[in-house]
């Protein structure tokens, strides 16, 4: 089975389209370092969501 995914991963999944379609002529890692900095702007509330998702995805694994 997959390994389950940090929810980091899970941020990304959910916000690469919005940083791509904000920044069109970004490279690959122009966004990965995009998308490092909103996570880590996040306050622990925020980043909530993506924790559960993650520890779901641990209990699946």
Do not use: E
């Not at 941020?11 to 970004?26: D, E, I, Y």
């Not at 990965?32 to 993506?50: A, C, I």
């Amino acid at each position: 089975p997959k390994r389950p995914l940090a929810p980091y991963m899970f941020f990304c999944k959910a916000n690469r389209k919005k940083v791509v379609k904000q920044n069109p002529s970004a490279t690959f890692g122009q966004i990965g370092r995009l998308l490092g900095t909103r996570w880590n702007g996040l306050t622990p509330n925020q980043k909530k969501p993506y924790q559960t998702k993650s520890a779901h995805d641990k209990k699946r694994y």
